[in-house]
């Protein structure tokens, strides 16, 4: 069903790093056009991210990463006049407080326990009319009895879990990717350290992985794919078995992931998305962030996981594709049931355009501070 224009602005942390809120907030952008080509969807992105290149959709530049920013971005929903503003990881309390008293619903897409307890402080509630929390309830933990009151007393505040969030693959564009590489679906490994824009002490995590990739390729004589990442400034050289790609649209990427045999990667969402796609995964921590992501998977039996050190790695993906570790793994996958949480968040912005509730009830903006 088809409804009068909207116009939503998308505000995800983006830096000359990481890159899984741009495309976590892409994926909700470009299910929302399929299904509503009218609609005017825009994102604020920041100059420091050179993946911002691969944005399809119009965007505003900005000169750093949007939490880092008021006037620029003030400026921006002046200009856009938004219905709704959904802030992926990033924004400040100021920044809901000014995007609601110029009309526009306030949403938020929390990616981490911490960020959700934040986002449940009395200031931050009268201005948030959706919270969604991307990731499993197993990871981001119990509410405290606090929290919990809280939510009784304002429901519409409860945040909603709905796991990994990534565009499903299709099985036309899927084999046509392959195709185009030059690989068999379960006939490869996948390496990718996301944006290309973290380092392991002095040495960029892209080159770490493509030493990997060459040693399997040799050892192993299967294929390997390794994307670079955007902001990777380097050159590579090839090598036999070792396919190197710059980048993949994310939609690719994840038809390139769900047809992986497992994959090498870094403790961001893709983690989360190859564990939901049921791929066995060797996962490197390359932001702080990351380690108790990983400690969480690595605790409950879901990954394997080291340093991001060459021979660590190979050791370490050895024993993955052993084919008892490689069962194990997929018997604990199965357990979890890692859900796509892309149609929760699809339905509830549409659900917020077209049958808002209203604003929540204001007096409480001074109760906590940031």
């Known amino acids: 069903m088809n409804y009068p224009t909207k116009k939503v602005l998308f505000v995800p942390v983006t830096s000359s790093k990481g890159m899984g809120e741009f495309m976590r907030s892409y994926a909700v952008a470009e299910e929302l056009l399929q299904r509503h080509p009218d609609w005017d969807l825009r994102f604020v992105l920041s100059k420091q991210a050179e993946y911002r290149t691969s944005c399809k959709l119009p965007f505003f530049d900005v000169s750093r990463s949007p939490t880092r920013l008021d006037d620029e971005l003030y400026a921006v929903i002046d200009e856009f006049e938004p219905e709704l503003v959904v802030f992926d990881n990033a924004g400040l309390l100021k920044h809901f407080r000014y995007a609601y008293l110029r009309g526009s619903l306030v949403s938020y897409i929390s990616p981490f326990p911490h960020k959700r307890a934040k986002m449940l402080k009395l200031a931050r509630l009268p201005y948030v009319a959706k919270h969604w929390v991307a990731l499993p309830e197993f990871m ?25 969030v990534y565009r499903s693959p299709r099985k036309s564009e899927q084999q046509a990717l392959l195709n185009s590489i030059g690989v068999e679906a379960g006939k490869f490994v996948l390496l990718s350290g996301g944006s290309g824009g973290h380092f392991a002490g002095a040495r960029p995590v892209t080159e770490v992985l493509m030493d990997v990739a060459r040693k399997l390729a040799a050892t192993r004589g299967s294929d390997c794919v390794i994307i670079l990442g955007e902001n990777y400034k380097g050159e590579v050289c090839g090598a036999p078995g ?10 690719d990427f994840i038809s390139l992931m769900e047809a992986a045999e497992c994959a090498v990667l870094c403790g961001g969402d893709t983690l989360l998305q190859a564990l939901s796609l049921r791929k066995p995964v060797v996962a490197i921590p390359v932001a702080k962030d990351q380690y108790p992501r990983i400690r969480r998977l690595t605790s409950v039996g879901l990954v394997r996981t080291c340093n991001p050190d060459p021979d660590l790695i190979m050791e370490q993906m050895i024993r993955l594709l052993k084919p008892a570790e490689h069962s194990a793994l997929l018997e604990r996958m199965d357990e979890f049931q890692i859900r796509n949480g892309l149609e929760a968040i699809v339905a509830g912005i549409e659900s917020l355009l077209i049958a808002s509730a209203g604003p929540l009830p204001s007096g409480l903006a001074e109760a906590e501070g940031r």
């Open 242 to 251: 070792v396919k190197v790609l710059r980048s993949l649209q994310n939609q």
């Open 140 to 164: 981001a933990g119990e509410f405290s009895m606090i929290e919990k009151i809280k939510t009784r007393v304002y429901p519409r505040c409860r945040p909603e879990h709905v796991g990994v």
